[in-house]
């Protein structure tokens, strides 16, 4: 099935530094969604944004859906150790607009 | 509010069984989809139910189907169990599955032996 380029797959940061990760499609979305996995649980759903060139913000978390609506961004500034997990952006179209496609993950590891 | 409510959190079958998943969605939710993730694939698109009628359906094969109830609740199945299928089945709510976000349960660990 098909999945969103996501990158990093991985990073392990210090507390207190800004994390960035990024989502590439081949399709374009009209709405972008950022979700946060824990072990042993669904995904949350931090951010939602719904219009090309968008940023929007939830705290210490930032993001942007791109203007070519075939990206989408997601900034984290100061990381505290709580922001372990696995981060999944997902697209969604008009076409079919119950279906989210998802990203491949950014696991994130923050140390002390 | 209740979250979405998955059942059972773990599951064990055999290859060859069937197995029937539930979900009850938050309520005043009407719309209800399913997902497989597996360290493979990703999260990949099952099927979406809004008010008892199968809206959208993902590239799965047909031992994989679904329902939903009058009180949104939904429930899926798969049949002939295979090894491939076992994975974390997520469901999750919406009000209408339009431009609203989506709630997930915590997921129904299956795993097939």
């Known amino acids: 099935g098909q999945q969103l380029n996501q990158s990093p797959q991985s990073m392990f940061i210090q507390e207190g530094e800004d994390v960035s990760m990024n989502c590439t499609s081949s399709?374009?979305?009209?709405?972008w969604l950022w979700y946060k996995q824990d072990p042993g649980e669904g995904p949350v759903l931090l951010i939602a944004?719904?219009?090309?060139?968008e940023l929007t913000s939830n705290g210490r978390l930032t993001a942007q859906f791109g203007i070519t609506r075939k990206d989408s961004f997601l900034n984290i500034s100061a990381s505290i150790p709580s922001d372990v997990g696995i981060y999944f952006c997902a697209g969604r179209d008009t076409g079919t607009a119950s279906k989210l496609t998802f990203g491949t993950g950014t696991r994130l590891q923050v140390t002390l | 509010k209740a979250g979405v409510t998955q059942t059972p959190r773990y599951l064990i079958k055999t290859r060859g069984q069937q197995v029937t998943l539930s979900c009850s969605p938050i309520s005043g939710h009407r719309s209800v989809s399913w997902y497989q993730q597996t360290p493979g694939q990703g999260l990949q698109f099952l099927f979406e139910?809004?008010?008892?009628?199968?809206?959208n359906k993902g590239n799965f094969p047909g031992r994989f189907s679904g329902r939903q109830f009058s009180n949104s609740r939904s429930e899926m199945n798969v049949s002939t169990l295979e090894l491939g299928d076992s994975a974390l089945y997520l469901c999750?709510?919406?009000?209408?599955?339009?431009?609203?976000?989506?709630?997930f349960g915590s997921g129904t660990r299956l795993t097939v032996v």
């Open positions: 139910y809004f008010s008892e009628t199968q809206r």
């Open positions: 999750a709510s919406s009000l209408t599955g339009g431009s609203d976000g989506y709630t």
């Open positions: 399709s374009i979305f009209n709405t």
């Open positions: 944004l719904y219009k090309a060139g």
